[in-house]
């Protein structure tokens, strides 16, 4: 793997959020950029919330590319930029930050990254019929970005919890800005769940239920599963979730969560530099 070379045109991108240690994306982003043979380095920043006002200053200041937003900063970042792209604004969260001339510029990619896996194994999106499972983050971002895509209609099941009324004031929102027709369902209810599936065309698990070490969990049923649905899953861990596994088994096209992560990467590439991404590279270097 290639090794950046620092100098002193060398250009900086971070990652703010708190905690940041454990994250991979400073080895990630710095491997890309050096594969790609661009003087750029990527690199962590322990922020809170109330330090993200100086630190977007800062970053503005000191000639920062842009950086990344991770918890529990995104839903706070936005009043600190100069600017927001339609997506970020209707999501109320911010996790991709680009610097030009001075001024930052919010985009969120988490959506965006879900949406373009799909349609990087064939999936149609405009006129598209989702059922989608889960609005926390990753969901609602999923539901504003198919929503904003034009999709025809998305029917969502979210857990009937103390966060229920945020759920169907945000899915009221987003409906109505985008004049989409969006149906909010609980969760519990497998049958409803079923009606709606086998009359979608896309199926998606924005929950973490599959996720390693629980890799049997799996909400969607088999019999949920039918010829022409498009299956997604946002979990990478394990790459084949049962869901996933069944919906291959099945011979429907299926959509892993890595996917998702990789072009949620590659996004922020572009937006920061132009640069498109080798997501291959980064993928056998990483996650093989």
Same mark, same amino acid.
């Given at each position: ?89 209707? =999501?109320?969260? %911010?996790? #991709? $930050? &680009? ?5 930052? *510029? ?61 759920? =169907?004031?945000? %899915?009221? #929102? $987003? &409906? ?5 027709? *969006? ?106």
């Amino acid at each position: 793997m290639n090794q950046p070379n620092i100098t002193g045109h060398t250009k900086l991108i971070g990652l703010l959020g708190h905690p940041v240690d454990h994250s991979m994306s400073p080895a990630m982003h710095t491997a890309s950029y050096a594969h790609m043979g661009e003087d750029i380095v990527y690199l962590s920043f322990d922020v809170e919330p109330e330090g993200l006002e100086a630190a977007v200053e800062g970053m503005k200041i000191m000639g920062f590319v842009g950086a990344n937003v991770t918890m529990p900063c995104k839903t706070f970042v936005g009043q600190y930029l100069d600017e927001l792209t339609p997506a970020a604004e209707l =999501m109320g969260a %911010v996790n #991709t $930050v &680009a610097i030009r001339d001075g001024k930052a *510029i919010g985009h969120n990619t988490d959506g965006a990254g879900f949406v373009k896996n799909l349609e990087n194994n064939g999936v149609a999106i405009e006129g598209a019929h989702v059922t989608l499972i889960g609005c926390g983050g990753a969901g609602s971002a999923i539901m504003t970005q198919l929503a904003l895509d034009k999709v025809a209609h998305i029917d969502v099941f979210n857990a009937k919890d103390q966060f229920w009324n945020a759920t =169907m004031a945000r %899915v009221a #929102t $987003v &409906a109505e800005k985008t004049n989409t027709p *969006i149906d909010l369902h609980d969760l519990a209810d497998l049958e409803d769940m079923k009606s709606c599936a086998l009359k979608s065309t896309i199926l998606i698990n924005a929950t973490p239920v599959g996720m390693a070490p629980n890799t049997e969990g799996c909400i969607p049923t088999e019999d949920m599963l039918h010829e022409g649905l498009a299956v997604g899953d946002t979990v990478y861990n394990p790459r084949e979730t049962k869901l996933i596994k069944m919906a291959k088994d099945k011979g429907l096209v299926a959509c892993g969560g890595l996917g998702m992560l990789l072009q949620q990467a590659a996004l922020g590439e572009e937006f920061w530099t132009g640069s498109k991404m080798d997501t291959k590279f980064i993928e056998d270097s990483f996650y093989n």
